[in-house]
């Protein structure tokens, strides 16, 4: 879009990201998102209607253009758009292209087109077998459906790409509950040991155990095994960590975390920090918690949750 078009304030304040504004033709000067990063609904409904006005005179030159605008739109949560912008430019949507197709099946399941999204869906699946994403749309479409045996095999295949996939993990659970609630249990605990998941194991202890506190030592056993295997996805250490907490083990946290430190070539999560900090606290070292917190909150790209839970426990370090 040409700026001589004009841009309303209201466009221009709205929060999106660096596509977008350059696609609009915004300045840097005339761009005033960051002040606004909370829109109202008002705000929301008057950028897609601007957009929707004035797609006839929006340009977009690639393919490559088209699939980052898609992908900032869908993160933005306007599946509309998506749908326009890939109608409007249809010569340029890459139907073998895996982020295309993802944002795609974001958007139209985002509406309700099941069809549409499992089309969109099983094409990026076929394009990058090993990525999650796809399957656990899948299973999520085939489950709203009343597809369960279909939802099964999906979240079965999901689990043999991502054997530690929570979500594939709680959805699996809630099939087996509704194809066969008496053998949940078993289904559950069978699978988890056919992929040595210890995910799936953590879920069977869920199922399994009431007892709080027998559930956290027997999640313990689990993990400490594969600790001492040498699992150490980030994922996992969120898990064992907090595990450790749970049963009052808050010396081997701190350790953990640091060979984790010595060891990786990247910022830990956060998570891993906050268990760091918790632990700190609960063997009464507060200024080495609070030490660590003011460090975790330089941590560049921190969520909004992420930022108000360590700025609690600052509180509560310095009350």
Not at 8 to 29: C, D, R, V, W
Not at 195 to 202: D, H, P, V
Not at 218 to 239: H, M, P, S, W
Not at 267 to 281: D, G, K, R
Request: hydrophobic letters at 40%.
């Amino acid at each position: 879009m040409k700026t001589s078009l004009g841009i309303p304030k209201q466009i221009a304040s709205f929060p999106m990201g660096p596509h977008m504004i350059s696609l609009l033709g915004i300045t840097e000067g005339q761009y005033l998102g960051h002040q606004n990063m909370n829109p109202s609904e008002t705000d929301c409904i008057a950028y897609q209607e601007f957009l929707l006005d004035h797609l006839d005179s929006i340009s977009i030159k690639s393919s490559d253009q088209l699939t980052d605008v898609i992908e900032e739109l869908i993160g933005m949560n306007f599946p509309i758009l998506v749908v326009k912008f890939a109608q409007a430019f249809h010569n340029l949507v890459q139907e073998f292209d895996f982020r295309t197709q993802l944002h795609l099946g974001n958007a139209y399941m985002m509406l309700g087109d099941f069809a549409s999204a499992e089309f969109s869906y099983k094409r990026a699946q076929s394009l990058i077998l090993e990525e999650p994403a796809p399957y656990i749309n899948l299973v999520q479409i085939y489950c709203e459906e009343a597809r369960f045996a279909l939802a099964e095999t999906w979240c079965q295949a999901g689990l043999k790409v991502d054997p530690n996939n929570t979500k594939l993990w709680e959805f699996f659970t809630w099939i087996q509950r509704r194809l066969n609630q008496d053998l949940m249990v078993e289904r559950v605990t069978e699978t988890a040991k056919q992929l040595n998941s210890w995910a799936g194991k953590l879920l069977s202890i869920d199922l399994i155990e009431t007892d709080p506190m027998k559930a956290a030592a027997a999640k313990l056993t689990v993990l400490n095994e594969y600790y001492q295997e040498g699992i150490r996805a980030d994922d996992f250490l969120i898990e064992y960590t907090a595990v450790l907490g749970l049963n009052g083990q808050y010396e081997k946290i701190p350790l953990v975390i640091w060979q984790q430190e010595k060891s990786s070539r990247s910022t830990l999560p956060w998570q891993l920090y906050v268990h760091n900090i918790q632990a700190l606290m609960g063997l009464g070292r507060d200024d080495q918690a609070m030490e660590i917190a003011n460090k975790t909150l330089t941590i560049k790209g921190l969520s909004p949750s992420a930022i108000t839970t360590i700025k609690s426990m600052q509180q509560d370090l310095n009350p």
